[in-house]
């Protein structure tokens, strides 16, 4: 619309070179990633002095004395930090919300309950602030609480192996044992593949099912703890394509070394090979889109209900995740699309990436669907009277340490130098075989 408003001015008022007609375009702030906010850079850029840009907040542009003098303070984040109302009781302490990295602002008091109530909404339709949080899917805060930082990922962040015939290297070739959790290598394994062929990555994914979150007064609940074992993206070097059977390997090779791999999941595409392949070796394959999006019977919208789950077990904290800056910010910079539901990554997919917060959200969503199977299979209510209240009997320490001591004897049973010889197991697989 602008675009045809602006070629009409042109066509039709010009003269001797110079257009005496004026285009007035004036939005409240939204995303970071609007329209408008896109529009103004692009106009800084190229127009120069035939734009004029008045970006104030409405407190600056009525006239004074239309709001109260009296202030309070907001904290401005950025994509690791939410955006908040600084407590009263902090006012003589503020310089410890810059030092975490806010932005402090004061606005007049006569917005400070609607702050309270829509801070967003405050910030963009008055203070003229762009908001990363407005269309944000899950809250920096909520992922930073699940986030251990004694546990490491196995794989480095982004793995560059391709398809050309003189690259023989395979994603196992990158695995740090040395850091894997392997008290939970019994457990149930679900992995799930983000697939792609040359231009975007391929994200990985190995989630554990490790128990059930017990209610308040201690018993067993209903809702599945998950653990994430690793997650990795591949990248194909320039001029290559990522190799099919490079990622049949991988998968091979968790089983191999002893990972209890339950369950395999692909998106559709490019899946078909590694969904036959693999399902004739003994896996159990499906596909799932963690992108589709389900209508909602008279409402505006949909549901995704992989990502609805994902964010209701980081809400409530049934995962845990390792310390990783590229899954960590895949995950923060995730967007809504508050009018079709779809869940993606900034600026309708045009910026940033998203491959391994959809391979853990896949694994995930995969393995929510085994948890009455979990609980028959790994004798949940056995782990509950030796476990109780995460203490070991007295007796169960004692198998502990004699098994200890039995396999120490034998030798280093898994070190990431021989990941690919030996097979992993925990005290766990002894006590309660399967």
């Known amino acids: 619309m602008i675009d045809t408003a602006k070629g009409g001015m042109k066509t039709r008022f010009i003269y001797k070179g110079k257009n005496p007609t004026l285009l007035v375009v004036a939005s409240s702030k939204r995303s970071e990633q609007s329209f408008m906010e896109s529009y103004i ?4 850029e190229t ?29 401005l984040g ?27 602002i004061e606005i007049p008091i006569d917005f400070e309950a609607d702050a309270k109530t829509g801070l967003e909404r405050v910030l963009c339709d008055y203070a003229g602030i762009s908001s990363f949080s407005s269309n944000k899917f899950l809250s920096a805060s909520r992922v930073s609480d699940i986030v251990d930082a ?20 395979q994603y196992y070739d990158w695995f740090n044992g040395d850091v894997l959790d392997k008290e939970y290598m019994n457990k149930p394994l679900y992995v799930h593949l983000d697939m792609s062929k040359s231009k975007d990555k391929t994200g ?33 070097p320039t001029g290559r394509q990522i190799s099919f059977e490079k990622n049949r390997n991988f998968v091979r090779w968790l089983r191999k070394v002893g990972f209890n791999v339950k369950g395999i999941t692909t998106d559709t595409y490019q899946s078909a090979d590694l969904q036959q392949i693999l399902t ?19 409402e505006q919208g949909g549901i995704c209900r992989p990502y609805q789950y994902l964010k209701n077990v980081i809400y409530e904290g049934r995962l ?50 085994h948890a009455e199977e979990y609980a028959h299979d790994y004798g949940e209510d056995a782990e509950l009277t030796l476990y109780s209240n995460e203490k070991q009997t007295s007796i169960h320490k004692q198998i502990t340490v004699d098994l200890e001591n039995e396999l120490k004897k034998m030798g280093d049973w898994f070190s990431s130098k021989d990941l690919d010889e030996n097979v992993s197991s925990s005290y766990d697989d002894i006590l309660y075989p399967m």
């Open 41 to 44: 850079k692009e106009l800084s």
């Open 47 to 75: 127009e120069g002095d035939n734009v004029k840009i008045i970006d104030e907040p409405v407190w600056k542009v009525k006239p004074e004395g239309t709001y109260s003098k009296e202030k309070f303070w907001v904290g």
């Open 78 to 104: 950025n994509k690791f930090l939410d955006n908040l109302v600084i407590p009263r009781k902090d006012y003589d302490n503020l310089e410890f919300y810059r030092e975490k990295g806010y932005t402090l």
């Open 150 to 169: 004694k546990r490491q990922n196995p794989l480095p962040d982004i793995i560059s192996c391709g398809d050309a015939p003189d690259d023989t290297a």
């Open 204 to 236: 990985i994914a190995g989630v554990w099912i490790v128990g059930k979150k017990p209610t308040s007064d201690g018993n067993p609940g209903k809702d599945l703890m998950f653990k994430l074992a690793f997650s990795t993206s591949i990248q194909a």
């Open 280 to 298: 004739g070796e003994g896996f159990d394959c499906k596909i799932l889109s963690v992108d589709r999006v389900e209508s909602i019977p008279g």
């Open 320 to 369: 845990s995740l390792y310390k990783t800056e590229l899954l960590y910010t895949e995950l923060v910079q995730l967007e809504i699309n508050n009018n079709n539901g779809k869940i993606d990554h900034p600026d309708g997919g045009k910026r940033g990436s998203k491959d391994q917060a959809d391979a853990v959200c896949g694994a995930i969503y995969n393995a929510s669907g």
